[in-house]
T-cell receptor, first 114, second 114 residues
Framework: AQSVAQPEDQVNVAEGNPLTVKCTYS??????LFWYVQYPNRGLQFLLK??????LVKGSYGFEAEFNKSQTSFHLKKPSALVSDSALYFC????????????FGKGTRLSVIA | SAVISQKPSRDICQRGTSLTIQCQVD?????MFWYRQQPGQSLTLIAT?????????ESGFVIDKFPISRPNLTFSTLTVSNMSPEDSSIYLC???????????FGPGTRLTVT
């Protein structure tokens, strides 16, 4: 079975500082990894994905994530946080096979303080 | 990318009644799924909506309670039957292209059962 762990319920960071939101995964086989963001009263918005290739993936709004196979991690990062980045962030995984749905972590609430 | 719309966006229903949620995708997708999300919590997969056949339900979800239809590649409905306050949640439709490893989400339907 596949699973995703987001060890932090809440991450607080000052505006302008770098941010990291942690994610580790467990799958049998090679994973497809995703990050989504959810703003209040909004649906999930896709940020980025890792399928294959370069371990550093760049996505929307200046976010990036690094795939680390040995540590089974896919941490989300941004060099300089904005107050508008404050939201709920979800990491998700899918195995490399057909029409299989995403399995989500519990989410991490990011709060960027001015 | 695919744009997904849902109707209604929110509803308040009395216990014992049923509500049907519609999901429309602006392009053909191979995958469609229904998730449930408690406010501020993670997403739980209800079922995979299969075109022209019965949906595939996850553990803890049954067809009698959550009947799903998917008559074509762009439309699906989820019915929440015989509702109780425990069904109060946000219901999210999701769709994507398996070969493109993309999965997009609708804005959600916020259901409150009184």
């Amino acid at each position: 079975a596949q699973s995703v762990a987001q060890p932090e319920d809440q991450v607080n960071v000052a505006e302008g500082n770098p941010l990291t939101v942690k994610c580790t995964y467990s799958v049998s086989g090679n994973p497809y990894l995703f990050w989504y963001v959810q703003y209040p009263n909004r649906g999930l918005q896709f940020l980025l994905k890792y399928i294959t290739g370069d371990n550093l993936v760049k996505g929307s709004y200046g976010f990036e994530a690094e795939f680390n196979k040995s540590q089974t991690s896919f941490h989300l990062k941004k060099p300089s946080a904005l107050v508008s980045d404050s939201a709920l962030y979800f990491c998700a995984v899918r195995v490399r096979s057909g029409n299989t749905p995403l399995v989500f972590g519990k989410g991490t609430r990011l709060s960027v303080i001015a | 990318s695919a744009v997904i719309s849902q109707k209604p966006s929110r509803d308040i229903c009395q216990r014992g009644t049923s509500l049907t949620i519609q999901c429309q995708v602006d392009s053909q997708v191979t995958m469609m799924f229904w998730y449930r999300q408690q406010p501020g919590q993670s997403l739980t997969l209800i079922a995979t909506a299969n075109q022209g056949s019965e949906a595939t339900y996850e553990s803890g979800f049954v067809i009698d309670k959550f009947p799903i239809s998917r008559p074509n590649l762009t439309f699906s409905t989820l019915t929440v039957s015989n509702m109780s306050p425990e069904d109060s949640s946000i219901y999210l439709c999701s769709g994507g292209l398996a070969e493109a490893n993309e999965q997009y989400f609708g804005p959600g339907t916020r259901l409150t059962v009184t």
